[in-house]
T-cell receptor
Framework: DAKTTQPPSMDCAEGRAANLPCNHS???????VYWYRQIHSQGPQYIIH???NNETNEMASLIITEDRKSSTLILPHATLRDTAVYYC???????????FGKGTRLSVIA | EAGVAQSPRYKIIEKRQSVAFWCNPI?????LYWYQQILGQGPKLLIQ????????DSQLPKDRFSAERLKGVDSTLKIQPAKLEDSAVYLC???????????FGSGTRLTVV
């Protein structure tokens, strides 16, 4: 079973920041937080991951709370192409498999 | 680099027929995964290979599903006989040994009628 809780859906205006929350209150010390997204008719795409520090790449920023029980994925300037289902996943080290929940359906509106 | 290739893209079969899906992972990726995604749900892991050995197949319905990865490269997933509830998208993914994340293919959409 997924170890995360996400809102089922969110809307965001084009050009604004999209902030997607995720709760993972049972995360253990060696587990990472991963974010993937799935655009319609495509396979999931890796976005970002982190352990306890905030992370940023060309796609997004990941903010993890100090107690690691929740995190927020930030898309700084959402575009229509960011409309997708976003999955927050807690995963151990090595090749432990990704366990997906239902994710958050983000709709970016013009 | 080339992505994960899957074929066919779509398949429609009648219940009780058999079907096979093919996956070619990214070159050099030792780990290969098959996921099943039913409409409206997140992907569910069916089987994980490390090279040509099975690491985890605990959620594979072994009475009707089988998978193999010959020579540690390409993989096939077979369903025989298919049921209506097998209608789903079947996703293949691969990763480097101890890799950071997976790369997924676009999937095969199976409709059982």
């Amino acid at each position: 079973d997924a170890k995360t809780t996400q809102p089922p859906s969110m809307d965001c205006a084009e050009g604004r920041a999209a902030n997607l929350p995720c709760n993972h209150s049972t995360i253990s010390g060696n587990e990472y937080v991963y974010w993937y997204r799935q655009i319609h008719s495509q396979g999931p795409q890796y976005i970002i991951h982190g352990l306890k520090n905030n992370e940023t790449n060309e796609m997004a920023s990941l903010i993890i709370t100090e107690d690691r029980k929740s995190s927020t994925l930030i898309l700084p300037h959402a575009t229509l192409r960011d409309t997708a289902v976003y999955y927050c996943i807690v995963r151990g080290s090595g090749n432990t498999p990704l366990v997906f929940g239902k994710g958050t359906r983000l709709s970016v509106i013009a | 680099e080339a992505g994960v290739a899957q074929s066919p893209r779509y398949k429609i079969i009648e219940k009780r027929q058999s079907v096979a899906f093919w996956c070619n992972p990214i070159s050099g990726h030792a780990t290969l995964y098959w996921y099943q995604q039913i409409l409206g749900q997140g992907p569910k892991l069916l089987i994980q290979f490390q090279n040509n050995g099975v690491v985890d197949d605990s959620q594979l319905p072994k009475d009707r599903f089988s998978a193999e990865r010959l020579k540690g490269v390409d993989s096939t997933l077979k369903i025989q006989p298919a049921k209506l509830e097998d209608s789903a998208v079947y996703l293949c993914a691969s990763s480097l040994d101890q890799g950071v994340g997976y790369t997924f293919g676009s999937g095969t959409r199976l409709t059982v009628v």
